[in-house]
């Protein structure tokens, strides 16, 4: 009988209640190479962007897509970074990363016309930044978009952008999105799984979809 449940699918296996040391002992030298290869492979993808210090973090998720200058990306000293920072090829974006930032795993951070990032800022897992709205909204556009994204040629179609300033101190928690031409005020806190849609005043704590004032600080 085949069982169509969506967690259904997919191999498992015993927990092992043996310890074979050989395999042990290979597995331990296989992590140790995949590490080595990983952070040569994270780290290359910074080398294309203006890095004021020596102390930049990566976790081994981290990515910087940037082929354009390396001025289109700054980052500054303290930079903790474990999710991706993409300039968009269709476009020509510019991000500062302030002093002491923390970027967490998964998220996704897409610039196409301006973000800047203050001092102090923390940003949960799973937060997606845009400053764009990725695709046209004319219909029509739409579909040239995807068939340029189709040939592996994707490009500017008619996209609408809007610089985004996170200023200093800001915390963004856990899979929450910042939509275009927001500008999050000092020291506010944006409360998880929250949308961001509209400017921010400091000293606030906002959340929701969308979102709006919880409280002032």
């Not at 043996?18 to 995949?34: A, E, G, M, R, T």
């Not at 806190?189 to 509209?198: D, G």
């Amino acid at each position: 009988m085949v069982n169509n449940h969506a967690f259904a699918k997919g191999e498992t296996f015993l927990l092992s209640k043996k310890n074979n040391f050989f395999l042990l002992y290979l597995s331990k030298i296989f992590y140790y190479i995949i590490k080595k290869i990983l952070k040569y492979i994270v780290s290359d993808s910074f080398k294309n962007s203006n890095i004021k210090s020596n102390d930049l973090k990566l976790g081994y998720n981290a990515w910087c897509h940037n082929n354009k200058s390396s001025t289109n990306v700054k980052l500054g000293n303290g930079v903790v970074c474990r999710g991706v920072i993409r300039i968009e090829d269709w476009a020509n974006g510019n991000i500062v990363i302030s002093d002491n930032v923390y970027i967490g795993d998964n998220v996704i951070i897409s610039v196409a016309d301006s973000i800047y990032i203050g001092n102090n800022v923390l940003i949960a897992h799973g937060v997606q930044i845009f400053d764009n709205n990725t695709h046209p909204t004319n219909n029509y556009e739409r579909l040239e978009d995807y068939n340029s994204i189709k040939s592996d040629s994707k490009k500017s179609i008619n996209v609408k952008s809007k610089k985004i300033i996170i200023n200093d101190n800001v915390w963004i928690g856990f899979n929450s999105t910042i939509l275009k031409g927001v500008n999050i005020g000092k020291n506010s806190i944006i409360a998880s799984n929250s949308l961001i849609t509209s400017d921010v005043p400091e000293n606030s704590i906002y959340g929701g979809n969308p979102a709006k004032l919880l409280k002032s600080i």
